[in-house]
């Protein structure tokens, strides 16, 4: 069956970076792109881009910008994301998730647990 | 970007009674070329991940049970639950992916009363 396993909850203090892996089982992992999303306490989903695992191309949304970098490992079937210049609004679960098949670009139908990053001094 | 709106904030519906969850969008995800609405719901319980319930609007997801439908049109969605189940309650987002970036609703947190 088709998984996403996410490392574990991280804190770190502001200025500093976090890198969040997903790992894919159960699938090709280089036949769909991984999305990451994240949700800051009590609050709504966000986008944040994606990762082609087959190429390596990626897309971030304009608000992440030149603090993100989205990379895999496809001898192990893991997507990363490293999120630099930690601020304390940067404190929410991130989640990774794979890209339904389909005519569209954002649909998702299987997502990693989830990993807590706290940011704090 | 679009902005998503859902009303209202928390509803509190008794066992098997209708729930309904309202979306707005503040542009059309309508595609006039293929007549589709690029708009989904997820379910989303305590310390999980969303799940996808609804695309196109009306579609079902493979394995969601027929009490969940969702309806709407352009700029204005529907979530309907015909007979609220235990297992229903949860935090409901709708999300649009018509246009770069894709975009939620805040949520509707859904009880049993």
């Known amino acids: 069956q088709v998984q996403l396993v996410q490392s574990g909850a991280e804190v770190k203090k502001p200025g500093a970076s976090v890198k969040v892996s997903c790992k894919a089982s159960?699938?090709?992992?280089?036949?769909?792109?991984i999305h990451w999303v994240r949700q800051a306490p009590g609050q709504g989903l966000e986008w944040m881009g994606w990762i082609n695992p087959n190429s390596g191309g990626t897309d971030y949304a304009q608000k992440f910008q030149g603090r993100v970098t989205m990379t895999r490992d496809t001898s192990i079937s893991t997507a990363y994301m490293e999120l630099s210049r930690l601020r304390s609004d940067d404190t929410a679960v991130y989640y990774c998730a794979r890209l339904r098949v389909g005519d569209y670009d954002f649909l998702w139908d299987y997502w990693g647990q989830g990993t807590l990053v706290t940011v704090s001094s | 970007d679009i902005v998503m709106t859902q009303s209202p904030d928390s509803l509190a519906v008794s066992l098997g009674e209708r729930a309904t969850i309202n979306c707005k969008s503040s542009h059309s995800v309508l595609d006039s070329s293929n007549n589709k609405n690029y708009l989904a719901w997820y379910q989303q319980k305590p310390r999980q991940p969303p799940k996808l319930l609804i695309y196109?609007?009306?579609t079902r997801e493979s394995g969601v049970p027929d009490r969940f439908s969702g309806s709407g049109s352009g700029t204005d969605f529907t979530l309907t639950i015909s007979s609220l189940q235990a297992e229903d309650v949860a935090v409901y987002h709708c999300q649009q992916y018509y246009l770069t970036p894709p975009t939620f609703g805040p949520g509707t947190k859904l009880e049993i009363k």
């Open positions: 159960g699938y090709t992992f280089t036949g769909y792109y």
């Open positions: 196109w609007a009306s």
